[in-house]
């Protein structure tokens, strides 16, 4: 098994040996990850692929402390998670914006839920949704919005908590192929450093079924078996930054890595659809 060190620095997550078991409704066990191995460097972007129901969703969880390991380690910033890490962001599939608030309201929760005074809260939110091109919409509730604009809200919702750390899983799913894209090369724009600086950048774990999508945006692309979830392969993504997905699709370097990838990941794949057509039958 390749674990995939991170280049340089100590890592900011890591994952030794862990499993997750869970008890069923019916009383038996299953383990949805097993004996996993990964390191996440600071500042580093990588994808998690897999084939659907293998243990991608457990593993992000792990690392934001909502579950605990039942075998192994899981540390984050060096120490063993536990709890929610404070300086971790979340970003999923279902937004998770307040209806009943408006967009500004929506970006200022988190400072001031934090404790900063509702002014300088105020402020900042103002400037990540002047960074995510919502100034003009701040007096608008959630459902005054596009698909793609509650997807900004929820960007500027995570990024104005400053993370060390963004779990993002499958968050543009959910969205059409344009406003897909468009998000992607938002996401590499404020996370790259070109708007906050490189010290700031987050270590960034994004789960997501697309394979196009995780070559686009990652350094690294993380292979998971079919369940229960295991590393299977570490793949670099030696592609130049900054990147834009729709462009960078379309290099000859990018096909060959996809078909590289692909060639690891299309056999788990026809694993678990295998499974699938053995328990219909
Ligand atoms: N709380 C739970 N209790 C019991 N089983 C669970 C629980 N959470 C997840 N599982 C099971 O663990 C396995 C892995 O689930 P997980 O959501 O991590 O997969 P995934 O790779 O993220 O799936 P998908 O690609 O479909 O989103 C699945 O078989 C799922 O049914």
Known sequence: MNIGDPPGGAPVIELRGATKVFRTPS?????????????VGRGEFVAVVGPTGCGKSTTLTLVSGLEE??????????????????????????DAVFPWRTVLSNVTAGPRFRGMPKAEARGRARDWLRRVGLAAFEDRYPHQLSGGQRKRVALAQTFVNEPEILLMDEPFSALDVQTRALMSDELLDLWGGTRTGPASRASVVFVTH????????ADRVVVMTAGPATVKEVFPVPLARPRKVESVRLEPRFVEIYREIWASLGEEVRITRERGAGRAA
Do not use: C, K, M, N
Not at 27 to 39: C, E, F, I, Q, Y
Not at 71 to 91: K, N, T
Not at 210 to 217: F, G, P, R, S, V
């Open 27 to 39: 009383g038996t066990d299953h383990t949805a990850v097993r004996d996993l191995d990964l390191v």
């Open 69 to 94: 390991p039942t075998e192994g380690e899981v540390l984050v910033g060096g120490r063993p998670v536990a709890g929610i890490p404070p300086q971790v962001g979340f970003v999923f599939q279902q």
């Open 210 to 217: 697309d394979l196009e999508e995780a070559i686009a945006l």
